[in-house]
């Protein structure tokens, strides 16, 4: 797996004793919520591709 330069920041959360993983997408602001690193990293792919898209001078 390939992670661009702009990729994304996670940050582990914990709620009501629930463990969370957050992740800030470092080019465009958008966040993404995911309770496994599996989850995770599965949003981040399909949120990468839509933000590249979304931005045709990236
Ligand atoms: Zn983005």
Redesign the pocket.
């Known amino acids: 797996m390939e992670f661009e330069e702009y990729d994304f920041t996670r940050n582990p959360l914990v709620q009501n004793q629930v463990f969370y993983l957050e992740s800030k997408?470092a080019?465009?602001?958008?966040s993404i919520v995911a309770h496994s690193i599996e989850e995770l990293v599965e949003l981040e792919q399909l949120?990468?591709a839509?933000?590249r898209r979304s931005d045709p001078a990236a």
């Open positions: 997408c080019f465009c602001g958008f949120h990468r839509a933000c």
